[in-house]
């Protein structure tokens, strides 16, 4: 068996380990240094991943296990979210419990995505999602002397609890339909399964649970609240790796497992997509609180990114990894400034954004190019993200007039969410009255986070071909895996 | 006139859902500790049935460790909490009906799926620990592999939740 193809997991598992076991002897004053090692070790990690030393694409483990464009791809930016997301933590170094658990807690998930991008079969996405989702009901509660941690991670446990329950029903419906788990082996069979009333009780059951993931209508009711009450980087990392992760499974059950019932079920993600854009768009717009806000626009953008895949065609899985890659850069920016105003002021209100143009200009320029970008305003990485996607829904107009609605819905959802992104930047620049005009001191590591986050978001603006190329082929690469093994020895 | 292992099926499986009802829904008393109980004998039907599906080993686990281990946790942690006040609690009518609701569409779709479905799935192992713990290390090596980071995970997100001293 290829052991090479997991060496970017077992990396990550080791390091996890490694700073798990560091916490217990780095002295209690000297903690940032894990912060820092773990955020270095993770981007020597990133850069070996991108610098062509990845492994050539094959399956281990009896085909439960692939590594492909596509898995490359996520991963990279699994890793990049979590090196940003841990130069962010250690602005929370002194005031976290247990900041080693914290780091070692984040490196595990993100083993979770890293194999969730890899999966290619049910057991084995359950149980990568169940690693990310545990991680993060711990990741979520980890401020417990404040009471909306801990109330955020009970309502994600509760919730995330339903919907692993859905999960783990549709895939034994599955197994007992199609007596095996792996996708390989589905797709090879899928036109007789789709027939099957339980087989299809089964995927509907899965994608349920993937919603809950994605935070998509109507399994999106924990959004909000989680991304209030949880540490600021730790929501960075649920609105970009684990959402991202939700992604790439829906990704490769739609386009590699059952394509052609994708292309049935258009309407159905459709559907889903357009609600779930009005329902995000709307609910944000009375919020004072910037997470929460966040949150909303969390959900708005699962919408969006459920329409790509509502088109099911090659540029529509394209464009939503295209627009994840943007997304993912642009929450980064966004959280980025959130999180140290949230660590300076300890409020999240709008008000504690009052006059940050004056404040910082580190902290203004991540916030306005995260702001700018979620909006879909050139030249920034949100506007080709959307661009993208809105073009292949028109594509789809001609077979399907349902995708005009679609497109309108989109069209809207993007005019209200300018109203609340700037409304937040319009607090920042031009408050009616900021109480606190004291500078706001930036620590090098969030500079760092700020510079990786908006250097991406730019360069992805002005330049997106490069990244359109790559998601392109690894969209290309999805519908052409049901060829490999099983159908190949037939 | 259906055989004997059929006749089982149908009584462990009817058993099963009675009691997961009286648990969560006991219109004769609120008190969580009878609650409990109910959890109990559901999960022994439930060893019931994973009997009849020959896989013997995790009927066993499942009387052992969740009905005894377990639910002995779950009877601790009711005792410590206030038993009063959950029992004086108003239940929420329109939560009550928009659940019945959810409940009666899922149920009707299963049942739908259930009836019309053939069952391709064969027994791909015998249920005792060898064959078992064969296919755990062999086929699903790597799942077996993640769930231990995962217990890992759980273990020290429960002591860093509990730990008594914030420093």
Known sequence: ?490 | MPALPDLLFYAFAGLTLLFGFLCVANPLTRNPVTSAMFLVLTICSLAGLFVLLNAFFLAAVQVLVYAGAVMVLFLFVIMLLDLKEEERRQLNKVALGAGSVAVAVIAGILIKAVMSAKPAAEQLVEGTTKPLGRILFTQYLLPFEILSLLLLVAMVGVILLSKKELK
Request: glycine share 10%; net charge neutral; charged share 10%.
């Open chain 1, 1 to 490: 068996m290829n052991y090479s193809l997991l060496t970017l997991e077992i990396l990550v598992t080791l390091l996890g380990l490694g700073v798990l076991l560091a916490g217990l002897w780095v002295p209690a004053g000297a903690r940032k240094l894990i912060g820092y090692g773990a955020a270095t070790l993770v981007g020597v990690i990133l850069t070996y991943a991108i610098g062509g030393a990845s492994p050539a694409d094959g399956t281990a483990f009896g085909g439960m296990f692939v590594v492909d464009a596509m898995s490359n791809f996520f991963k990279g930016f699994f890793l990049l979210a979590a090196v940003v997301v841990l130069l962010l933590s250690l602005d929370y170094a002194d005031t976290l419990v247990g900041y080693a658990e914290y780091c070692a807690l984040t490196l595990f998930a993100l083993v979770g995505m890293l194999f969730a991008a890899s999966a290619n079969d049910f057991i084995l996405l359950f149980v990568a999602l169940e690693l990310i989702t545990i991680t993060f009901y711990i990741l979520v509660s980890f401020q417990r002397n404040r009471i909306a941690s801990i109330e955020a991670g009970v309502k994600y446990l509760i919730l995330g609890a339903v919907a692993s329950g859905f999960m783990v029903f549709g895939t034994a419906l599955i197994f007992g339909s199609a007596n095996t788990t792996n996708f390989f082996e589905i797709a090879a069979k899928q036109a007789e399964l789709t027939k099957s009333p339980l087989f299809l009780t089964g995927l509907l059951l899965t994608i349920v649970g993937l919603g809950f993931k994605i935070a998509a209508f109507p399994f999106q009711m924990w959004a909000p609240d989680v991304y209030q009450g949880a540490p600021s980087p730790t929501v960075a990392f649920l609105a970009t790796g684990s959402k991202a992760a939700g992604f790439v499974l829906l990704l490769r059950i739609a386009f590699g497992v059952v394509p052609d019932l994708t292309a049935q079920w258009s309407r159905l993600f459709l559907g889903f997509g357009i609600v779930t854009i009005l329902y995000g768009s709307l609910c944000a717009i009375p919020q004072r609180s910037v997470k929460r806000i966040m949150g909303y626009s969390s959900i708005a953008n699962a919408g969006y990114l459920l329409l790509g895949i509502a088109a099911a065609s090659l540029n529509g899985s394209a464009a939503v990894m295209t627009y994840l890659g943007g997304y993912i850069f642009t929450v980064l920016a966004a959280f980025a400034a959130i999180s140290v105003v949230v660590a300076h002021t300890d409020s999240d209100d709008i008000s504690a954004f009052a006059g940050l143009g004056q404040r910082s200009a580190w902290l203004a320029t991540a916030l306005t190019v995260g702001m700018v970008s979620l909006a879909g305003i050139p030249p920034l990485a949100g506007f080709f993200a959307k661009f993208y996607l809105l073009r292949a829904v028109a594509e789809h107009v001609m077979i399907d007039k349902a995708f005009l609605v679609a497109l309108l819905v989109a069209c809207v959802g993007v005019v209200i969410s300018l109203y609340y992104y700037f409304g937040i930047l319009r607090a920042a620049f031009f408050p009616r009255h900021a109480p606190d005009l004291a500078p706001i001191a930036v620590s090098s590591t969030a500079k760092l986070a700020i510079i990786l986050a908006v250097a991406g978001t730019v360069y992805l603006g002005i330049e997106p071909e490069p990244m359109v190329k790559v998601a392109q082929q690894a969209a290309a690469g999805l519908k052409t895996l049901p060829e490999a093994p099983q159908t190949a020895a037939k």
